[in-house]
């Protein structure tokens, strides 16, 4: 069975850093196209970044460009993604999600990040 | 970056047909993807590439595309099916999610 978890969330002061883990196991996190996803509390979607297979592309959503980089293999078959300036619109679950729209894609449980002081 | 607009909210009653719409100016040229979320889960693709179902997701949702918008219909909507949806879609620049529709089934 393929699972992703995500750790590394919890509250964190504006103008401060996290970084958010997603350990794979039952797929390679190199094999496929990785993406983070959040969702404010009550709201919608939003797509955050991207890296593909071999690392040479990383895309992120403009609200995070400059502040956040997402990376691979930080940790054996690990995602993770380095927060930095979080602002208390950063507050979301974070998701992890491999091969996103695709088949077979695999979303993560999620791990709440809260940016307040 | 580009945007993809749905409405807030649609109400169906049990055995009717519910159309959600997701409206954007580049899905002519791009395919479109529908998440189904249900309450404190992770979201479910239900429709890829315009109008293709996942293995395991009932024949009562389809998708469709048409110009600036698509659309997602769910057949004889039934109880289970009350959740939030969310058109989705990609380019070699980013990915966005349409703001999202919450289908209410009552």
């Known amino acids: 069975d393929v699972q992703l978890v995500e750790s590394g969330g919890g509250l964190v002061q504006p103008g401060g850093s996290l970084r958010l883990s997603c350990a794979a196991s039952g797929l390679i996190v190199n094999n496929d196209w990785m993406y983070w996803v959040r969702q404010a509390p009550g709201k919608g979607l939003v797509w955050v970044s991207r890296?593909?297979?071999?690392?040479?592309?990383?895309t992120y959503a403009d609200s995070v460009k400059g502040r956040f980089t997402i990376s691979r293999d930080c940790a054996n078959n690990t995602l993770c993604l380095q927060m930095n300036s979080l602002r208390a619109d950063d507050t979301a679950v974070y998701y992890c999600?491999?091969?996103?729209?695709?088949?077979?894609?695999?979303w993560g449980q999620g791990t709440l990040v809260t940016v307040s002081s | 970056s580009y945007e993809l607009t749905q409405p807030p909210s649609v109400s169906v009653s049990p055995g009717q047909t519910a159309r959600i719409t997701c409206s954007g100016d580049a899905l002519p040229k791009k395919y479109v993807y529908w998440y189904q979320q249900k309450s404190g889960q992770a979201p479910v693709l239900v429709i890829y590439e315009d109008k293709k179902r996942p293995s395991g997701i009932p024949e009562r949702f389809s998708g469709s595309s048409s110009g600036t918008v698509a659309t997602l219909t769910i057949s004889g909507a039934q109880v289970e099916d009350e959740a939030d949806y969310y058109c989705?879609?990609?380019?070699?620049?980013?990915?966005?999610f349409g703001g999202g529709t919450k289908v209410t089934v009552l």
């Open positions: 999600v491999s091969n996103l729209a695709g088949l077979p894609e695999y």
């Open positions: 989705f879609s990609t380019d070699s620049s980013a990915c966005v």
């Open positions: 890296i593909n297979r071999d690392g040479s592309s990383t």
